[in-house]
C-alpha cells in the first residue's frame, strides 16, 4: 500500500490469515460493497498476502476502494446464474466483481463437471482485479482440472505492432497430484504482471530488458516510462502474443464481456478494474484416466525433479503460505495502520 524507498528498512508486524481477512472485509463494507461481496474479496486478497504474491494483495486496496468511490463498479451486484445448457453456465456479474461471479456459480459449475465429465462457465459483465490463481486453486483441491483466463485493460502491445492493444491476459491451471498440492500455475502472456511494474516504479527499482517500452515505442527498463504513456511488451514475442490474442476470444467474445479496448473509463475518475469477462473450464479427470490422474501427475512432478528441476510453479506460494501460517503474514506496520483507519473511517 504505501511506497517503500529501497534503502530504509520498514518495521513490519505479523497478523493471522483469519484476523486479515476480517479487516478487509471491513474496510470493504466501510468504502461500498455488500457484506457478501466483501467476505469473497478479502478471502481471495488475504489470500495473495498469505502467499507472497505482493502485486495482488494488501497493494490492492487503494485501487479496489477508488475504483468503488468512482461508481464505475457495482460493489454491491448481485450476479445472474444461468443454466444454459448441460455443460455450461452463464453468469452476469451485473457490473460487479467476477469472484463472487463465480461463487454464485460454483455449485451448479461442479455439478456439472461430476456428470458431464466437463463443464464450462462464462462470467460477463465483470470486473477482475485479483490473482487468477485463488479461482482454479479450490478446485484442484476437490480433484478437477480447472483451466480459466480473464482479458484486463489494454496495456500490451501486440507482437510487431505499435501500439497497446491487448490486455495482461493471464491463464490460470490447477492440477490434483497425489502426494501434494495441486499442481497451480497463473500467468500473464505480458511479460511481466501490471502490478509488479506498479511496485517497482514505487520502490524506484528498473526492470530487465524486453519488459515494455516508453510513449515513444522504445525499448524502456524505467517502470513510470511503461505506465505514464508507455506499455507492456507480451512474453516470448510471437508466442505470448498468439496466446494473450486466445484469451480476448476466450475471456471477451466467448463469454460476450468485452474487449480489452472495448471500454472506457475516462468519466469515472479513480477506476482501476478492467470491465472484461472470464471464462473457466472444469473438468472431472475420473471420466478419462479414471482414479489415476492424481497420480499420473505425482509420477509426472517425481520425472520433473528427477531431469534437475528445483522448482516447480506454485512452490514458493505454498512455502509462504505455510510459513504465513506458522509465523502470521507479514506486512509493513504502516500498511496495518492505514487497513485499520480505513476499516474504521
Avoid at 534503502?7 to 505479523?14: I, N, R
Avoid at 455443460?87 to 456479474?93: E, F, I, T
Avoid at 463443464?119 to 483451466?147: K, M, R, Y
Wanted: proline fraction near 6%; include cysteine.
Amino acid at each position: 500500500m504505501s511506497a517503500q524507498s529501497p534503502t530504509v528498512a520498514k518495521a513490519s508486524t505479523a497478523i493471522g490469515f483469519a484476523e486479515l481477512v476480517v479487516l478487509l472485509q471491513q474496510v470493504f463494507v466501510r468504502h461500498g460493497t455488500s457484506p457478501e461481496v466483501a467476505a469473497i474479496l478479502a478471502h481471495n486478497c488475504a489470500s495473495a498476502e498469505r502467499d507472497g504474491a505482493h502485486s495482488h494483495g494488501i497493494f490492492r486496496i487503494p485501487g479496489y476502494l477508488s475504483t468503488l468511490a468512482s461508481g464505475w463498479v457495482n460493489g454491491e451486484a448481485v450476479p445472474v446464474v444461468t443454466d444454459v445448457a448441460c455443460g455450461c453456465v452463464r453468469v452476469d456479474a451485473c457490473n460487479g466483481f467476477a469472484q463472487p461471479a463465480l461463487a454464485a456459480a460454483r455449485t451448479l459449475l461442479v455439478n456439472k463437471a461430476r456428470s458431464a465429465g466437463i463443464a464450462l462457465l462464462a462470467i460477463h459483465n465483470s470486473h477482475h482485479f485479483a490473482a487468477l490463481w485463488p479461482d482454479v486453486e479450490p478446485f484442484a483441491e476437490e480433484g478437477l482440472v480447472a483451466l480459466s483466463v480473464v482479458n484486463s485493460m489494454t496495456c500490451v502491445v501486440p507482437h510487431g505492432a505499435d501500439r497497446p492493444l491487448f490486455g495482461t491476459n493471464p491463464i490460470a491451471f490447477a492440477a490434483p497430484r497425489a502426494d501434494g498440492a495441486p499442481i497451480v500455475f497463473d500467468l500473464a502472456t505480458s511479460a511481466i504482471a501490471h502490478g509488479d511494474v506498479q511496485i517497482a516504479a514505487r520502490k524506484g527499482e528498473r526492470l530487465p530488458p524486453g519488459m515494455g517500452v516508453d510513449s515513444l515505442g522504445q525499448p524502456t527498463q524505467d517502470p513510470k516510462a511503461i505506465l505514464e504513456g508507455g506499455a507492456l511488451l507480451p512474453f516470448g514475442g510471437h508466442k505470448g502474443s498468439a496466446l494473450s490474442m486466445m484469451v480476448e476470444l476466450l475471456a471477451a467474445a466467448l463469454t460476450g464481456g468485452h474487449f480489452s479496448f472495448e471500454f472506457n473509463w475516462s468519466d469515472h475518475p479513480g477506476a482501476r478494474t478492467p470491465w472484461t469477462g472470464q471464462l473457466l473450464i472444469l473438468i472431472d479427470p475420473s471420466k478419462t484416466a479414471g482414479q489415476h490422474f492424481a497420480e499420473r501427475s505425482q509420477e509426472l512432478v517425481r520425472q520433473m525433479h528427477a531431469a534437475g528441476l528445483r522448482r516447480l510453479p506454485g512452490d514458493r506460494r505454498h512455502r509462504t503460505r505455510a510459513k504465513s501460517q506458522e509465523t502470521g503474514i507479514e506486512i509493513q506496520a504502516q500498511d496495518l495502520q492505514q487497513l485499520q483507519a480505513l476499516a474504521e473511517g
